[in-house]
Nanobody, 123 residues
Framework: VQPVESGGGLVQAGGTLRLSCATS????????MAWFRQAPGKEREFVAA????????IYGDSVKGRFTISRDTIKHTLNLQMNSLKPEDTAVYYC?????????????????WGKGTLVTVSS
């Protein structure tokens, strides 16, 4: 099962977007999950991760205080609320999952990537 990311778009600096990641109920309930992003010509970057219960959250330094990761247990989706967006947040955003929060925050340990959703922040 591949993740299906959505919610990207074009927004002005200082604006907000909310991304969602859909997967199967079994995957959602069984794994820690994370968001990553990749800007053109750059390496994939860790954004945020959440453990299976939702009790532990971790963030990349560049998004701390601006982005919030959450799990919707009814819709079985992973969400990323992005506030105070900056032009440097422009990237394709991906979600993925892993056995624990330590593993899922390292993109090179993961496979089964989706197509991502493009976020463009204009200055």
């Amino acid at each position: 099962v591949q993740p299906v990311e959505s919610g990207g778009g074009l927004v002005q600096a200082g604006g907000t977007l909310r991304l969602s990641c859909a997967t199967s109920e079994r995957t959602f309930s069984s794994w820690a999950m994370a968001w990553f992003r990749q800007a053109p010509g750059k390496e994939r970057e860790f954004v945020a991760a959440i453990n299976r219960s939702g009790s532990r959250l971790i963030y990349g330094d560049s998004v701390k205080g601006r982005f919030t990761i959450s799990r919707d247990t009814i819709k079985h989706t992973l969400n990323l609320q992005m506030n105070s967006l900056k032009p440097e947040d422009t990237a394709v955003y991906y979600c993925n999952w892993g056995p624990d929060i330590a593993t899922v925050s390292n993109y090179y340990l993961l496979d089964n990537w989706g197509k991502g959703t493009l976020v463009t922040v204009s200055s």
